[in-house]
């Protein structure tokens, strides 16, 4: 199941959840009750992936200098691929985690 980042727009807390499918999500901060908005970060599961889909979002010019393709998370399943060499689509059974 995937995590997903939400982050207040108050107070910047940001709050991790699993999520299946198509729940939501919270919709108000735990901390303050302001109103949270899902982070596009990829899906936490994907940070195992050191560099290839990496939170800390690298340069492109960084990941080309380790060999590696950047994919962005087209919220159907699928990734484009944004830079680098590889697929310019690959569904998520074919990430290599
Ligand atoms: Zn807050």
Do not use: W
């Not at 919709?27 to 889909?53: H, I, N, Q, Y």
């Not at 010019?61 to 919220?75: F, H, I």
């Not at 590889?86 to 059974?93: A, K, Q």
């Amino acid at each position: 199941m995937p995590l997903f980042d939400f982050q207040c727009n108050q107070c910047d807390t940001v709050i991790e959840v699993l999520l299946s499918g198509d729940q939501p999500g919270p919709s108000t901060c735990d901390s303050c009750g302001g109103e949270v908005r899902r982070l596009l970060s990829s899906p936490a599961a994907l940070k195992r992936m050191d560099g290839f889909f990496h939170k800390d979002n690298p340069s492109d010019a960084q990941l080309a200098s380790k060999g590696l393709a950047k994919y962005v998370n087209r919220g159907d399943g699928t990734y484009e691929k944004a830079s680098g060499s590889g697929p310019s689509i690959m569904s998520r059974d074919q990430l290599p985690l």
